[in-house]
């Protein structure tokens, strides 16, 4: 009896039914190999690997306060990222730090490691934190996110978890040196549409509201272009503002108020407890970050809603006030705290405390850094209010693709990345400066820590 050989038989049955060997696999469900690569789809293939060629910063100053971004150029022809490292009053400091150590610490590395990069960046002067370094690392933080974003063909907000609103509410700001000239601020904006408004009268702590010539500028003392604070008269006008624009704006409008550091701790708490009655939808930075321990008072003894943190340089700073709910609004400058990747993190942490973001949105942040401001609320849960912002003329010819403002609410587009891009030219048309003017003084000439 002729003994059969099975393989030779399974040959003859695949020669007869005319199959080849991918074929039979395919027969029974399978694939060979190369027809599985042939039928990965595009996005199961991954993406290569893409290198930091160069970063650099760019300065400009389009509407008059030094702007500072982050270019990070890359292997791939044409795929850069933006980010914004604005240190309006030490701007010169930044673009050093950008250009001469970033510059040669990121060459090289992958684009994807954004959470290496920041931590080895972080690290990498061995004495961290600090406005200037943590402003350069913000603006490459921001760039690096921008890249992804471009990468994956999707704007930002999608990569931290898509959207939790259409649209980010907004605060803006009211003025005026009497509180005839607030209301009629504050009723201009309502017409515009804003539900929330921080009003002050004068500048921060009342500067400029009052023409009482200081004792200091008599005696020649300080600075020609120092400003002078009246604080007791600033005590007791925020409380008769308040008082006068609930009553002519209504009940509806969202009040705010920035004290800006600038009294004594019990003095802030006492004025606090005064507004108590007119339902401030948040007061800011009541104490300077010298005085944080004075939150714990201020907490006890009122229920108006507390706003902190914009003078933090390092995330840590955010910890015990917010395990204790010292404050109800982390008021992070996202470009202090170096960028996206640390931010989300205290908003992360805010979640479980029941505590709310308001980020620092103010003139002195380029259209890439308010962009950045705007992807982050649009994801996270726990957001609760966005400063405002407004472009001029001069600024829209230098960055396109800039957030919009419309009815009290920010919108960013839908252009993968950041979605803002810079016109170099345009922007050196516009060079930068080194004069900042924050000299604050009481009547003897005493500096007033903002």
Known sequence: MKKINVDESRRDTIKKLGLSSAGILGLFGGASRAEARETTPSYA?????????????????????????????????????????????????????INSYLDDFCRGKDVDNIEDMWQSAYVSSYWRNGPVLNNALSGLDQALWDIKGKRAGMPVYQLLGGKSRFAIPCYTHASGRTPGDVIESV???????????????????????????????????????DNYMNQQYYLKSVPKMFEAVRKACGEEVELLHDIHERVAPIDAIHMIKQLEEY??????????????????????????????????????????????????????????????????KVARLGEWFNIRTAWHGPGDVSPVGHSAHAHIDMAIWNFGIQEAVSFSEEMLDVFSGCPTMKNGYMSVNDAPGLGVDIDEKEAAKYPIGTKSNWQVRKADGTILRP
């Open 45 to 97: 293939k991954g993406m290569g690997k893409v290198t930091i060629t160069r970063v650099r910063a760019i300065a400009t100053a389009p509407q008059r306060s030094n702007l500072i971004v982050v270019k990070v150029e890359t292997s791939e022809p044409g795929l850069y990222g933006l980010g914004c490292a604005t240190f309006t009053q030490r701007a010169v400091a930044v673009v050093a730090a």
């Open 279 to 344: 339902r401030p939808f948040f007061i800011e930075d009541p104490f300077s970050p010298e005085n944080m321990k004075w939150f714990k008072q201020l907490r006890a003894s009122t229920t108006v809603p507390l706003a902190m943190g914009e003078l933090f340089n390092n995330i840590n700073e955010f910890v015990e006030p917010m395990v204790n709910q010292w404050f109800d609004f982390i008021r992070i400058h996202v470009s202090q705290i170096g960028g996206i990747t640390p931010a989300m």
């Open 187 to 225: 009723q201009k904006y309502q017409e515009q549409g804003f539900k929330h408004i921080r009003i002050q009268q004068g500048g921060y702590g009342a500067v400029g509201s009052t023409d009482q010539l200081p004792d200091f500028k008599a005696a020649g003392f300080g600075g020609e272009s």
